[in-house]
């Protein structure tokens, strides 16, 4: 039972959080390129809610008409 769990933290350890690992090291060596990967992760973010409002206002506009409210 004791593998098991070693073999999760393996898992999650080596394999999966290697993203965040990487990006504790550029935050300790270059400030600069910590900030422009912060500021990419912005910008997709504003541009996935700019895209997100889009369809849900045309959306909103589409389901008025088959929608019939007194």
């Known amino acids: 039972m ?19 690992d990487f990006l504790r090291k550029i935050a300790l060596d270059s400030w600069w390129l910590s900030n422009i990967v912060s500021w990419i992760l912005f910008i ?10 889009k369809k849900l206002k045309d959306f909103n506009e589409d389901t008025t008409e088959t929608y019939h409210v007194e």
């Open 44 to 53: 997709t973010g504003i541009i996935a809610f700019v895209y997100w409002m």
């Open 2 to 20: 004791k593998d098991f769990f070693y073999g999760i933290q393996d898992l999650f350890v080596d394999h999966l959080f290697w993203p965040f």
